[in-house]
């Protein structure tokens, strides 16, 4: 199992030599590396058994970093940057040649973010790199929230795990690209349709395609829990499967079922998607056969949720 700890300086020196650690984000735990590095970056595919046609989110402490390693960056990024960053916003921006083709799987652009946590910036801070990170599960798996959920899967590969608790959003960051500058939204995630239009006026969405050559890694099934999971009314499902032991995932009703997870009972999306991942990891370790679940509304965090469904529930689109 890997050390798990609070030590910046054991995090930073494990970096510098070239070696992946597990970092808190306000999104989601990433598996991290140097950027520049290309051994390193090579070892985060491996740890993950990730394709290498899948591209990775570089991690900077502020925009200025961002211009290191970026070009031609459209008018609207210093808005979006100036409400949103630090914070759940990935912007896919045309890439310098110091950031390796092996991070952006050949891709001309490069997926730069400034998360929003006090342990992670300053290790950034602190280093002369930026880190590329994935989410810090196996490829395809549900990812991960807490330390311990980096250490059941990937425990037994990496080194340490920086614990910074657990994730105060728990969805991954909304991924926006430019065509044109115009932006596009190619990932829904901790930050909502509704704030990004807020800013740029509307936005059009790309998130759902199964075959976007733009963003890759959006394969129908990349939220994948271990369980078969059905999405339906869940009073209509109960009568569909009644013989089969099965798991209730809900937004905000109480079945009184031992197998079940409500996502928060108050109806506070945010509160939803804090608790999402850490439930349907939990449910793969019941004596269950399916996982049903129900949508969450369609507005603001809930759009993210229930991509994240879709996608757990379409577990053969490979
Ligand atoms: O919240 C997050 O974004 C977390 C934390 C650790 O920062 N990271 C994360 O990384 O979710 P990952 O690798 O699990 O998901 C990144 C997604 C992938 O689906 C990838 O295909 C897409 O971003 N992506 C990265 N660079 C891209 C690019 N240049 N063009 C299109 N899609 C890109
Ligand atoms: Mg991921």
């Known amino acids: 199992m890997a050390e798990i700890g609070t030590n910046i300086e054991y995090a930073k020196t ?6 992946v650690v597990a970092i808190p984000t306000e999104t989601v735990y990433g598996l991290a590396g140097n950027a520049l590095n290309v051994s390193a970056v090579t070892k985060i595919f491996e740890v993950k ?23 031609d960056i459209p008018a609207a990024v210093k808005r979006l940057t100036d409400q949103f960053w ?26 730069i973010r400034c998360p929003d946590h006090a342990l992670t910036r300053q290790l950034l801070s602190e280093l002369s790199f930026p880190l590329a990170a994935p989410s810090a599960n196996p490829f395809g798996y549900v990812s991960p929230t807490t330390p311990q959920h980096v250490n059941e899967q990937l425990g037994d590969k990496i080194a340490y795990i920086l614990d910074g608790g657990p994730c105060r959003v728990g ?35 790309q ?3 199964t075959s976007n050559p733009q963003a890759p890694g959006q394969l129908k099934s990349h939220y994948a829990p271990g369980k078969k999971v059905i999405i339906g009314n869940i009073i209509d499902l109960l009568q ?14 109480d079945f ?35 996982i049903l679940a129900e949508f969450v509304p369609d507005v603001g965090l809930g759009r993210a949720i229930n991509d994240r469904l879709r996608r757990a529930a379409a577990v053969d689109s490979f």
Not at 14 to 19: A, F, I, R, V, W
Not at 173 to 182: A, M, P
Not at 274 to 290: E, V
């Open 207 to 209: 998130a759902h395609s």
């Open 49 to 71: 058994n990730r394709p290498q046609f899948d591209p990775l989110i570089v991690h900077v402490p502020d925009l200025e970093a961002a211009h290191e390693y970026t070009l």
């Open 86 to 111: 630090p914070g759940p916003l990935t912007l896919l921006l045309k890439k310098k040649s110091i950031i390796p083709d092996l991070v952006t799987s050949g891709l001309d652009t490069v997926g």
């Open 240 to 253: 569909q499967y009644p013989a089969h032991a099965t798991g209730l995932l809900t937004f905000q009703s």
């Open 171 to 205: 969805i991954e960051s909304t991924i926006v690209g430019f065509e044109n500058d115009i932006p596009i939204v190619y990932r829904m995630g901790g930050l909502s349709l509704e704030q990004i239009e807020n800013v740029t006026g509307p936005v059009q969405v």
């Open 14 to 19: 494990l970096l510098e030599q070239g070696e």
């Open 256 to 290: 009184n079922s031992p197998f079940q997870f409500v996502l928060s009972p108050s109806g506070d999306l945010e509160e939803a998607a804090q608790n999402l991942f850490t439930a349907l990891r939990a449910f793969d370790k019941m004596p269950i056969d399916y």
